[in-house]
């Protein structure tokens, strides 16, 4: 069991570093392509920071020899729009309350409320849909719901090129980039589109590599101490897997720059709502019932309740995004009782 918790640890951390090497070449492919916020924040970077809670379930679902590993690929699946719609939230309202008190900025997150209007609308669309179509008139419909999922983030993202929304800003040099010139290589430096593929692949390569170790031992720890897979892998693997790449979101906070902020959030949750749950719906029996269900209802109810506030305040308060983490913790104490 020591040894399964040492692997599952190593095998995050190629996972993350993985995830910092997607994230960094698809920033600076929005840059030298002059992209939007919206673009950047709710496709590139949202992309890039959830594409280990992507990966994992399909390598679980594909790869994994037992049944157990179809739960963990469920958990992992419901388990991203949980914690983003909840922690994630959470970390944003709190850089905003620390920067306030330190007499940095308003009480206030400077969104872009279309952006982020957009952004929910989908999610709680094509989420719903996805959770409740399939419990009303049964799976035999499954592959229509996954079709409808995958036209309407191809919709989505077309509506958001084509958004208005301002340019970003600077980003940190193309990770291959930098590795050359520790190197000692002077010639061809510059972030050629070759260089940004290259590491693009690479960073794929790896993430495959350290979620098919991830899952192979989180099978055995969830067995161990006699945990359901589903549930374990609900509420650990988001936490593991793309929390840690959430903290894109306080930096931009600190910076100011909320809409990248909030954009990297809400944008992650429509694609975690799209992609991720096609792959559960196509080819798990996704019987979604129990603390699974109530983990897709709060998740629903927490972007409601942001929606609600931009819509008819046409502003955002840090106290809408700081309820997530209430809902979290309330969602905690009634599993372990």
């Known amino acids: 069991m020591t040894l399964s918790i040492f692997l599952l640890i190593v095998n995050l951390f190629i996972i993350l570093l993985s995830a910092e090497g997607f994230t960094n070449s698809v920033e600076v492919l929005g840059r030298k392509l002059k992209l939007s916020q919206a673009v950047v924040g709710s496709i590139f970077a949202a992309i890039g920071t959830a594409l280990p809670e992507t990966i994992l379930p399909a390598v679980a679902i594909f790869l994994g020899a037992k049944e157990t590993a179809k739960e963990i690929g469920v958990g992992a699946i419901l388990g991203a729009p949980f914690m983003l719609s909840t922690l994630a939230f959470l970390l944003v309202g709190i850089t905003v309350v620390i920067t306030f008190l330190r007499k940095k900025r308003k009480f206030v997150l400077n969104s872009e409320i279309p952006t982020l209007r957009r952004d929910l609308i989908f999610f709680i669309i094509m989420f719903g849909i996805a959770v409740f179509v399939p419990m009303l ?21 077309y509506l958001t090129v084509n958004s208005k929304s301002k340019k970003v800003g600077e980003c940190e040099p193309l990770l291959l980039l930098k590795l050359k010139m520790k190197l000692g290589f002077t010639k061809n430096l510059k972030e050629s589109h070759t260089l940004i593929i290259l590491q693009i692949i690479l960073s794929l390569i790896i993430m495959v590599v350290g979620s098919k170790g991830f899952v192979n031992n989180l099978e055995i720890i969830s067995k161990g ?19 840690p790449e959430k903290f894109n979101s306080i930096s931009w906070t600190l910076k ?18 799209t992609f991720p749950v096609t792959i559960g719906l196509l080819f798990t029996d996704w019987k979604i019932s129990g603390m699974a ?26 106290y809408s995004v700081l309820f997530g983490g209430i809902l979290y913790i309330l969602y905690m104490i009634f599993l372990f009782l």
Request: no cysteine; charged share 10%.
């Open 137 to 157: 008139i049964g799976n035999q419909f499954n592959y229509l719901v996954a079709v409808v999922l995958i036209f309407g983030y191809l919709y989505y993202v």
């Open 225 to 243: 101490y006699g945990i359901s897979p589903l549930i374990f892998t609900l509420i650990f693997a988001p936490i593991a897997t793309e929390l």
């Open 256 to 273: 100011g720059k909320d809409a990248l902020a909030l954009g990297n959030i809400t944008g992650a949750m429509v694609f975690q709502a």
């Open 293 to 318: 269900l109530l983990s897709a209802i709060i998740a629903l109810f927490s972007a409601l309740l942001v929606l609600s506030e931009i819509t008819f305040r046409k502003k955002l308060s840090p």
